[in-house]
């Protein structure tokens, strides 16, 4: 049980909150995707009376990309971890994988590649408008991993982070701090994505 606990408390609340402040942070780098967002939340809420519910929420869709591209940028488990089942040789090399070894396969280095996601750096949702999203090459978006192990919390995690973003901006402007960073630096020696500098962000209520 303390196991488990430990791991809700890491898996689910940790990455989540990771999430929602790097999200918050380019939000306010960018004024544009932050207001267009906004736009999207009146609109929604007027259409379901004001009211934030469950189709509300899933009514979001652009809520959805500007989350899926801050997962993409900033994922919040940089790396998946899996050990080789059987021996498995590397498509097109002579490398082998023998069984039992153990893989880490890095989420952060296929979503920050530019053959996958071009000009990575920069924060872009329309990555994963409906239409281009189909374009994006299976396996390469990895922020909740894949296949029978993969994040068992993605649609909870998914639905309370769109309920905090949509209360957060429908009262709040978020404004970068003077002391804000242009280009987030990650610790290196963290198991989770963590900045090396402190991020403060402003907000405006509205
Ligand atoms: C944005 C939020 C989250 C992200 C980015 C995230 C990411 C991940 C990743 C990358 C894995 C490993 C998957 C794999 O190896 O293929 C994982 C596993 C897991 N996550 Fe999440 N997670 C999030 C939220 C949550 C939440 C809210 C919960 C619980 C309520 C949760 C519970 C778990 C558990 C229990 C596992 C282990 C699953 C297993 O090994 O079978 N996660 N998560």
Redesign the pocket.
């Known amino acids: 049980m303390l196991a488990?606990s430990f791991?809700?408390f890491g898996?689910?609340?940790e990455?989540?909150a990771?999430?929602l402040s790097f999200c918050l942070y380019e939000l306010a780098l960018q004024q544009d995707i932050q207001q267009k967002l906004r736009d999207e939340i009146f609109e929604v809420l007027n259409r379901h009376n004001g009211e934030m519910t469950y189709e509300a929420i899933m009514d979001m869709k652009y809520m959805d990309q500007v989350l899926d591209e801050s997962?993409r940028k900033h994922?919040?488990?940089p790396f998946?971890?899996?050990k080789c089942g059987k021996e498995y040789t590397i498509p097109g090399t002579d490398l082998i994988i023998e069984k039992g070894t153990s893989v880490m396969i890095s989420?952060y280095g296929l979503q920050m590649d530019p053959d996958y996601f071009p000009n990575p750096e920069k924060f872009d949702p329309e990555r994963f408008s409906k239409e281009n999203k189909q374009k994006i090459v299976p396996f390469t978006f990895?922020?909740?991993?894949?296949?029978?192990?993969?994040?068992?919390?993605?649609r909870?995690?998914?639905l309370?982070?769109k309920i905090g973003l949509c209360l957060v901006l429908k009262n709040f402007r978020i404004l970068p701090h003077e002391t804000t960073p242009k280009k987030i630096r990650i610790n290196p020696r963290a198991v989770t994505t963590v900045s090396i500098d402190k991020i403060l962000l402003r907000s405006e209520a509205l």
């Open positions: 488990q791991i809700f898996a689910g609340f990455t989540s990771t999430n997962l994922p919040p488990i998946i971890n899996r989420a990895l922020p909740f991993g894949d296949g029978p192990r993969v994040c068992i919390g993605q909870f995690a998914i309370q982070n």
